[in-house]
């Protein structure tokens, strides 16, 4: 399977820990995105990356979280002390510039 | 800001029973009208994009339509397996805007 990949598929974690996803996107796009969903919403943005360029956060992207990607191949997004709030489904997503972004199947985190 | 607007949120359909589902937008500068599927638990699936007013798409039972404040995505005699949450989203320059979703649920 070429596509994206996501690591772990489901995390439960207690409050205050911190916990790290891995994403590998398709090997050739040198664009990765990191967005988030929760219940009953859309997914919104968090942050994206030009091979190894963080190009922007957004406001969403608190000093807790942190985005990585390093040599422009896999990314890892890091979030520190987990709050209950931080529980959604963190998407990552790959794509060539100036076409559509292919989506991994995501990683659920629950804190409780 | 951009802006993205589905409705309805939720819409029960009987197997074979067509009906049409709307994305409104406001968006700065429009480089392209998105159509994913999303299954539970799994990431949103591509279905169509879409860049200028008038334009159509078709895959199977599903009909996507643009204008230049609305979407359309029809379900033609929709199946069980047509059931999903529907995701538009707009994308003004680089990254996606989504809307909340349409949910669909098709029975037997």
């Known amino acids: 399977d070429t596509g994206v990949s996501q690591d772990p598929r489901h995390k439960i974690t207690k409050r205050g820990q911190n916990v790290t996803f891995r994403c590998d996107p398709i090997?050739?796009?040198?664009?990765l995105y990191w967005y988030r969903q929760t219940l009953g919403q859309g997914p919104e943005f968090l942050t994206y990356?030009?091979?190894?360029?963080?190009?922007?956060k957004s406001r969403l992207l608190s000093d807790r979280f942190s985005a990585e990607r390093p040599k422009g191949s896999f990314s890892t997004l890091e979030i520190q002390r987990t709050e209950q709030g931080d529980s959604a489904m963190y998407l990552c997503?790959?794509?060539?510039?100036?076409?559509?972004?292919?989506f991994g199947q995501g990683t659920r985190l629950t804190v409780v | 800001e951009d802006q993205v607007t589905q409705s309805p949120e939720a819409l029960r359909l009987q197997e074979g029973e067509s009906s049409s589902l709307n994305c409104s937008y406001t968006v700065s500068g429009l480089r392209g009208l998105f159509w994913y599927r999303q299954d539970p638990g799994k990431g949103p699936e591509f279905l169509f994009t879409l860049y200028s007013a008038g334009e159509e798409k078709e895959k199977e039972r599903l009909k996507a339509t643009l204008t230049k404040k609305e979407s359309f995505l029809h379900i033609t005699a929709p199946k069980p397996e047509d059931s999903a949450t529907y995701l538009c989203?707009?994308?003004?320059?680089?990254?996606?805007?989504f809307g909340a979703g349409t949910t669909v649920t098709v029975r037997a």
């Open positions: 990356f030009q091979n190894e360029a963080q190009l922007e």
């Open positions: 997503a790959s794509s060539l510039v100036g076409s559509r972004a292919f």
């Open positions: 090997s050739e796009h040198n664009r």
């Open positions: 989203a707009v994308e003004p320059d680089y990254k996606l805007s």
